[in-house]
């Protein structure tokens, strides 16, 4: 049971390149979410999605684009990268999303540098 | 809106000293509240939560008490180790599809 995966780890991206984060979860998980990090700002919710063939904009949605083909799979895509998206992604799945208990499942992150 | 708001840091600590850090919430509903820690390199984890007011969630010796009053959920530890060294992060979920989290506090603990 690997919980939830990130691929790549690490990525350097020139300005205007386009690139795709890759998110698997094994634990059968309805929702799947991707968050930037940034220093002092904690986590921001880019795009969610409830359920497979489903995607939603979260709170910072503008220059990404998301899909969600099979459940256990959630891309994350950047088409054209600008250094304003240098970050640290990270993917995270949950068991139903609408539960006032959830807990979110984190993969280990992925350190994009866009120059 | 609902929002989270958490000690800055860093906080530097000598093994076995006693540990707090403040979080603070706003929200219109009845949030769960949740304590997430990140490793040096790792993804964020579930160290404890709480679901209502009074309840006390605790793990690995950390706890902490939801207090509807003073709309707190403040994080302690009675002696940290080197090990609890990461960032700390403060979370409130609705119900809905949105968590939201503190800026996170970064714990250095010195042997």
């Known amino acids: 049971n690997a919980g939830v995966t990130q691929t790549p780890k690490f990525r350097v991206l020139k300005t205007g390149q386009s690139m795709t984060l890759l998110c698997a979860q094994d634990?059968?998980?309805?929702?799947m979410y991707w968050y930037r990090q940034d220093p002092g700002m904690g986590l921001r919710l880019i795009h969610y999605?409830?359920?497979?063939?489903?995607?939603a904009k979260g709170e910072v949605p503008d220059g990404y684009n998301v899909s969600r083909l099979k459940k256990q799979n959630f891309l994350l895509g950047l088409e054209s990268a600008a250094p304003s998206q240098t970050s640290v992604y990270f993917c995270?799945?949950?068991?139903?999303?609408?539960?006032?208990?959830?807990?979110?499942?984190f993969g280990p992150g992925t350190r994009l540098l866009v120059l | 809106g609902d929002s989270v708001t958490q000690m800055e840091g860093p906080v530097t600590l000598s093994e076995e000293a006693f540990l707090t850090i403040n979080c603070t919430y706003t929200?219109?509903?009845?949030?769960?509240l949740f304590w997430y820690v990140q490793y040096p390199g790792e993804g964020l984890q579930l160290l404890l939560k709480?679901?209502?007011?009074?309840d006390k969630g605790s793990n690995k010796g950390f706890e902490a008490t939801y207090r509807k009053e003073t709309t707190s959920f403040h994080l302690e530890k009675g002696s940290v180790q080197v090990s609890d060294s990461a960032v700390y992060f403060c979370?409130?979920?609705?119900?809905?599809?949105?968590?939201?989290f503190g800026a996170g506090t970064r714990l250095f603990v010195k042997a």
């Open positions: 999605s409830v359920g497979e063939g489903t995607t």
């Open positions: 979370a409130l979920h609705t119900g809905g599809f949105k968590t939201i």
């Open positions: 995270a799945s949950s068991y139903s999303g609408g539960g006032i208990q959830e807990t979110q499942y």
């Open positions: 709480a679901t209502k007011a009074d």
């Open positions: 929200a219109t509903g009845y949030p769960s």
């Open positions: 634990m059968n998980h309805e929702y």
